[in-house]
């Protein structure tokens, strides 16, 4: 990312046509009387909402100056890369001939998938000092472990002493590759890079995807977290389970969840109020797909303030494992 960020606008206009079969996303009431109003270009699960007064809008875009566009990820606090073609097809109305008005961008080149090669990985596997995710996972649960979360996930270190999350698919192909950056502590700093571009055929696909294809896995249930430090400290917690992460809120897309038709899927969100509300509006798409997914709602229905009060808010399955 480089340089300012300018806010990209949506011309919004109402529709006048209301979906009286959708439940409103913002107070999750029936719309039979008609009372939420569908935005024209996008999804019916974005609108103004004349019950309870909210406006349930996509994220805003930011671009830079080489035009690359991002959203703010809240829940991890940074800028991410937009992956254009899933953000539109999962934001925009495509079937629907009123989106001949709208003046976002919905033509795409659709690039051919490009690999890395897997004697990158191998020898980012090698690199000394290792990066300090690993430093942390070696210190908190012992070298045992921290070889065998390393060999399961291929975590590599970048010259620069970033973790690299290798996007490996279930055909064992590297698809992409996220560096994070983090503390001793183990706590992540907002600084992150993504070396392998869209624009050049390389996508990303759920962090820990190969596994799933793996003969001892088989019979496991999978769940899918958010972070990809999360997925890799429940693994070490909970290997009964095969954990997977999907990289911040935005990367839960079509393409990445494709792997996971027709397998049982626990989706587990952050510890707020937000992150299990924009998780429930994901569901019935899940479902739709064939994914026999479920929830599991960490926040026991207490709300934000509630959550800020006995300290759980915005803690994630690592914060839960350190207390019981
Ligand atoms: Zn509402």
């Known amino acids: 990312m480089k340089g300012k960020l300018i806010k990209v606008e949506f011309d919004l206009?109402?529709?006048?046509?209301?979906?009286?079969?959708?439940?409103?996303?913002?107070?999750?009431?029936?719309?039979?009387?008609?009372?939420?109003v569908n935005y024209k270009c996008l999804n019916d699960n974005y609108g103004y909402c004349h019950s309870c007064g909210k406006s349930t809008l996509p994220r805003p875009i930011y671009k830079d100056e080489n035009d690359i566009e991002y959203q703010?990820?809240?829940?991890?606090?940074?800028?991410?890369?937009i992956v254009l073609q899933t953000y539109y097809s999962n934001t925009l109305k495509s079937?629907?001939?009123?989106?001949?008005?709208?003046?976002?961008p919905v033509e795409m080149d659709?690039?051919?998938?490009?690999?890395?090669?897997k004697e990158l990985v191998l020898r980012y596997n090698k690199v000394?000092?290792?990066?300090?995710?690993?430093?942390?996972?070696?210190?908190?649960?012992?070298?045992?472990?921290?070889e065998l979360v390393k060999n399961m996930y291929n975590l590599g270190t970048s010259k620069d002493?970033?973790?690299?999350?290798?996007?490996?698919?279930?055909?064992?192909?590297?698809?992409?590759?996220?560096?994070?950056?983090?503390?001793?502590?183990?706590?992540?700093?907002?600084?992150?890079?993504?070396?392998?571009?869209?624009?050049?055929?390389?996508?990303s696909c759920l962090f820990?995807?190969?596994?799933?294809?793996?003969?001892?896995?088989?019979?496991?249930?999978?769940i899918l977290v958010e972070s990809e430090k999360t997925a890799i400290v429940s693994a070490l917690h909970l290997p009964e389970f095969v954990w997977l992460a999907y990289g911040g809120i935005n990367g839960l897309t079509n393409d990445k969840l494709k792997p996971l038709i027709g397998l049982k899927v626990i989706l587990v969100p952050d510890i707020s109020e937000n992150a299990v509300a924009i998780m429930n509006s994901k569901l019935p798409y899940?479902?739709?797909?064939?994914?026999?997914?479920?929830?599991?709602?960490?926040?026991?229905?207490?709300?934000?303030?509630?959550?800020k009060n006995e300290g759980w808010f915005n803690c994630d399955l690592e914060d839960v494992f350190r207390f019981i």
């Open 13 to 36: 206009e109402f529709k006048k046509k209301r979906n009286f079969h959708l439940t409103t996303p913002c107070c999750h009431k029936s719309n039979k009387d008609g009372k939420f």
């Open 72 to 81: 703010w990820d809240e829940l991890n606090n940074c800028f991410d890369e």
């Open 95 to 104: 079937s629907d001939n009123e989106v001949g008005h709208c003046n976002a």
């Open 110 to 117: 659709v690039k051919e998938s490009k690999y890395i090669e």
């Open 128 to 146: 000394k000092p290792e990066n300090n995710l690993l430093y942390y996972i070696r210190k908190t649960y012992g070298n045992t472990k921290a």
């Open 161 to 203: 002493g970033g973790t690299i999350f290798w996007n490996i698919n279930k055909d064992s192909k590297v698809q992409k590759a996220k560096i994070s950056y983090y503390k001793k502590d183990g706590k992540r700093t907002n600084y992150f890079k993504v070396p392998y571009k869209n624009e050049v055929g390389y996508f």
């Open 208 to 222: 820990g995807e190969h596994l799933i294809n793996i003969p001892k896995n088989k019979n496991k249930s999978i």
């Open 286 to 307: 899940l479902l739709e797909l064939g994914i026999d997914a479920k929830i599991w709602d960490m926040t026991n229905d207490k709300n934000d303030e509630q959550l």
